[in-house]
């Protein structure tokens, strides 16, 4: 099983609606991010979360909205999609480690379609 | 954030090395340089992180030159299965990852 899941993997949308991509972990990690990779580009930091307290915008907040249910789970709602948001999302978890040893873990990507 | 520059794209033929240089040159004295592999459909996998010198781990080398102002990324011997895109990143990872910016990458390309 992989430690960071993502659902759904696939989804296809219309303008205006609102849909919410879901992130589960089993690393034990507190840390938690969501990014977002379009076509040629890097990956773009949406929100993180360091703790299920904490919430923090990232790069690209607007348009996005997060909720961290539990340690284990973190989702990002698009509360009314728009066309330019389709793209491949990714969730991620860390741990800080000792000095720069924090790595992030990425879920294989939710591959989103707005029409 | 230090800025990351890198090649675009590489080719290579299968059992060469492969060295794809990134150039950093504004690092800061707490930056870590770490590189990331992202095949087709898939979240990038932490490859290797350095500060300076040499790191060596069972996938690839890093070699960081004194001023520390650009890193090389080596893989030995590829093979098909390394076609992917490498990702040079530098940030205070120690201090939060959430710093660390990705860029465009490298598109790595190994040919039979």
């Known amino acids: 099983d992989a430690d960071v899941t993502q659902t759904p993997r696939n989804r296809i949308t219309k303008t205006g609606k609102r849909i919410m991509l879901e992130c589960s972990q089993t690393?034990?990690?507190?840390?938690m991010y969501w990014y977002r990779q379009d076509p040629g580009l890097g990956l773009r930091l949406i929100y993180y979360?360091?703790?299920?307290?904490?919430?923090n915008k990232g790069e690209i907040s607007d348009g996005y909205s997060v909720s961290r249910q539990a340690q284990a789970k973190f989702s990002l709602s698009l509360e009314s999609a728009i066309p330019n948001q389709t793209a491949l999302y990714f969730c991620?978890?860390?741990?800080?480690?000792?000095?720069?040893?924090?790595?992030?873990?990425f879920g294989s990507g939710t591959q989103l379609s707005v029409l | 954030l230090a800025k990351t520059t890198q090649p675009v794209s590489m080719d290579s033929y299968e059992g060469q090395e492969v060295n794809i240089t990134c150039s950093h040159n504004?690092?800061?004295?707490?930056?870590?340089i770490t590189w990331y592999q992202q095949f087709p459909s898939q979240g990038p996998r932490f490859i290797i992180q350095?500060?300076?010198t040499k790191v060596t781990n069972e996938v690839a080398s890093l070699f960081i030159p004194a001023d520390r102002k650009s890193s090389t990324l080596s893989l030995p011997r590829v093979s098909l299965s390394d076609t992917a895109v490498y990702y040079c990143l530098v940030g205070d990872s120690g201090a939060g990852s959430y710093q660390l910016t990705f860029g465009k990458g490298t598109k790595l390309s190994v040919i039979p």
């Open positions: 979360s360091f703790d299920v307290k904490d919430i």
């Open positions: 991620a978890t860390s741990e800080p480690g000792q000095g720069a040893d924090e790595k992030l873990f």
């Open positions: 504004n690092i800061a004295t707490n930056d870590y």
């Open positions: 690393k034990g990690h507190d840390r």
């Open positions: 350095g500060y300076k």
